[in-house]
């Protein structure tokens, strides 16, 4: 092959190319976000199916269901004057997901008239935005700061708003909490993409806060 040949088509792919390998702390297998094979058994953890979450002091949980479909499609923490929503879905077990998901989310909001702002964080690559509130609802802006995690065949996803979205300390507080949280991928096969299936805990109604811990 001529080397004058290749320069416009190989800018062209690069272009548009995405990195597909997996983003996540390097410390991800022993500091979460865990894998459910990666952690003791008689640990105490919420299980809401798909993920288990760490119970502490002063932490409020609330299920996120799709009245329509009737299923619980997320997961909220109210923690250090923050709300943390998490989600799990399946993903590829070579190929990670988060940086073609944040390069998406970033020109879906850009559309939308947010401010995007990518940043190096305690997980990797995050997004910072920003987004106009309607002048009925007080008017200025709405922070809101957008992290992931590629583990073994599943991605864990997060929206942090309040405190944590603009304040250091508070952000380091959730991040503790998102790490602690234990995802339960399963053995099926499922196509990349798919949410895994959240559960509502024994007792607990849709949309109330979740209980206290329970043995994993």
């Known amino acids: 092959m001529n080397d004058h040949d290749t320069t416009e088509p190989t800018d062209s792919v690069e272009a548009?190319?995405?990195?597909?390998?997996?983003?996540?702390?390097?410390?991800?297998?022993?500091?979460?976000p865990f894998d459910f094979t990666e952690v003791p058994t008689m640990r105490?953890?919420?299980?809401?199916?798909?993920?288990?979450?760490a119970p502490r002091e002063g932490l409020q949980m609330r299920l996120e269901v799709d009245e329509r479909a009737k299923r619980v499609v997320a997961v909220s923490l109210e923690y250090a004057e923050s709300l943390l929503q998490v989600q799990a879905f399946s993903a590829p077990k070579t190929s990670g997901m988060w940086n073609q998901i944040r390069h998406d989310l970033t020109a879906q909001l850009t559309a939308q008239g947010a401010e995007v702002v990518e940043e190096d964080g305690a997980l990797g690559a995050e997004l910072l935005t920003a987004t106009a509130v309607p002048a009925?609802?007080?008017?200025?802006?709405?922070?809101?700061?957008?992290?992931?995690v590629d583990g073994p065949r599943w991605i864990l996803r997060g929206i942090l708003m309040g405190k944590a979205a603009v304040d250091a300390d508070a952000r380091a507080s959730v991040i503790e909490l998102f790490r602690e949280i234990v995802v339960v991928r399963g053995d099926l096969p499922m196509p990349p993409g798919d949410l895994l299936p959240?559960?509502?805990?024994?007792?607990?109604?849709?949309?109330?806060?979740?209980?206290?811990?329970?043995?994993?």
């Not at 548009?16 to 500091?31: I, L, N, Y």
């Not at 105490?44 to 979450?53: A, E, S």
């Not at 009925?136 to 992931?148: D, N, S």
């Open 198 to 216: 959240l559960k509502v805990p024994a007792g607990v109604q849709p949309g109330a806060p979740a209980p206290g811990a329970v043995d994993a």
């Open 136 to 148: 009925e609802q007080g008017g200025g802006t709405r922070a809101a700061r957008f992290i992931g």
């Open 44 to 53: 105490p953890y919420v299980d809401l199916g798909g993920i288990k979450i």
């Open 16 to 32: 548009d190319a995405v990195d597909t390998t997996k983003s996540a702390p390097a410390d991800r297998e022993t500091h979460g």
